[in-house]
């Protein structure tokens, strides 16, 4: 079996919410990464999370990121906080890993990346469903030019917010959530992973509901003044000249449209959830009359959050480059922040970031593992 034949990174998970239970399982399936530790402003949560994992001992935040022994910080806080507390990881000495998205604005992400620069030190960010089956064999499909060029793309989340579920849903409706920069980091990197990256953009935003009321469990009843734009219509023009119509909502009851897809000059793929590591893809060729099954050519078709975390540990020893990158989320960050200022000031907005596409996974991974 094919185990990285360096000692594993030590990570601290900061952040012991809804999605953290994800990430504790990741530390103990991928082999180049494991938890040891966990924290939380609510101290008994890393408590109750440290009884749950074996090997993770809960400690206050300070003494987390005083610990010699954690190479990196996972940082699952909620999205207000996400640079302060990357920041306060970077200056602590270790890596770091966030949920999305990387910032809240340009300037703190920017400030992020230059701060682990100077530092040595790696920053990466969720989502890493592009690293599952279903994007991977996408990415597959359209470099082996079986929809040629590629010259549009549509991509549509669509739902009615997330307060019928979470516990804790006020973070959704807060400057860092509404549909677009909660839901629209998984459209935005899936299609940069298979385009490339964005040139320019232009947007319309609207807000339907200026308050929502929870109906989840412990705080039904509750109400959320609404800070962002709750319906977010987009259209960005790649790089490598193909136009793409992105519409994320928070707004709507029901939709009958397709997740993504992604048209070329000699075909059309039908990609599945970009929330999801596997899922169903489908091609229509150039005169074709139906859509063909496809199968997955890649690794991890179900639930592998945490993979991203495992390839930047791996890339950490190896001395190579990460693919959930922290210059991976800010041009997603530009693009989502460029969304909302188009729409406020009425013209197209040029995105002034340009990383390179992410490099594809290798086809044959070992559960666990991300290099071959
Ligand atoms: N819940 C999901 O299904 C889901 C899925 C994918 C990504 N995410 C992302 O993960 C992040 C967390 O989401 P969640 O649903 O787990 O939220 P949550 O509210 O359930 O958990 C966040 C936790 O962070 C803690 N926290 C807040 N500020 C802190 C600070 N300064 N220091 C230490 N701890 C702090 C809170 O006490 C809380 O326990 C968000 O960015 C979200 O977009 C969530």
């Given at each position: 079996m094919n185990l990285p034949k360096y000692t594993p990174l030590k990570a601290g998970i900061i952040g012991c919410g809804n999605i953290s239970d994800r990430y504790f399982q990741a530390g103990a399936r991928f082999h180049d990464f494991s938890v040891i530790a966990c924290a939380d402003l609510q101290e008994s949560r890393a408590r109750e999370k440290a009884l749950?994992?074996?090997?993770?001992?809960?400690?206050?935040?300070?003494?987390?990121?005083?610990?010699?022994?954690?190479?990196?910080?996972?940082n699952l806080t909620v999205p207000g906080v996400h640079a302060e507390v990357a920041a306060m990881a970077l200056e602590a000495g270790k890596h770091v890993y966030g949920e999305k998205p990387l910032a809240l604005r340009t300037s703190?992400?920017?400030?992020?990346?230059?701060?682990?620069?100077?530092?040595?030190?790696?920053?990466?960010?969720?989502?890493?469903?592009?690293?599952?089956?279903?994007?991977?064999?996408?990415?597959k499909l359209i470099d082996d030019g079986w929809i040629g060029r590629p010259v549009a793309a549509t991509a549509f989340m669509q739902c009615h917010g997330h307060e019928h579920w979470h516990p804790d849903p006020e973070f959704y409706y807060l400057q860092g959530g509404g549909p677009l920069f909660d839901m629209g980091p998984y459209y935005l990197t899936a299609l940069i992973h298979l385009l490339g990256p964005v040139k320019r953009v232009c947007g319309l935003t609207s807000q339907a509901f200026p308050e929502r009321i929870i109906t989840s469990e412990a705080k039904y009843g509750t109400v959320v003044h609404v800070e962002v734009p709750t319906h977010v219509a987009g259209t960005l023009e790649f790089v490598q000249g193909a136009i793409v119509t992105l519409v994320t909502s928070f707004d709507v009851w029901r939709h009958s449209m397709p997740h993504l897809e992604v048209h070329g000059t000699t075909g059309s793929l039908h990609l599945p959830d970009p929330n999801t590591f596997g899922g169903e893809l489908l091609l229509s060729r150039a005169g074709g009359e139906t859509w063909e099954h496809l199968p997955h050519s890649h690794g991890y078709p179900t639930e592998a959050r945490g993979i991203g975390v495992a390839d930047m540990a791996a890339a950490i020893q190896r001395k190579e480059p990460h693919r959930a990158s922290g210059a991976l989320a800010y041009h997603v960050l530009e693009i989502m922040e460029a969304l909302h200022t188009s729409a406020d000031q009425g013209q197209h907005i040029s995105i002034r970031s340009c990383p390179p596409r992410p490099d594809a996974l290798d086809m044959d991974l070992r559960d666990g593992c991300v290099r071959t």
């Open positions: 749950q994992y074996p090997g993770v001992v809960g400690m206050p935040v300070s003494q987390l990121l005083d610990s010699k022994a954690i190479d990196l910080a996972i703190d992400g920017a400030a992020l990346l230059a701060l682990a620069d100077k530092q040595g030190l790696r920053v990466g960010s969720a989502p890493d469903t592009f690293l599952g089956a279903g994007m991977q064999t996408a990415r």
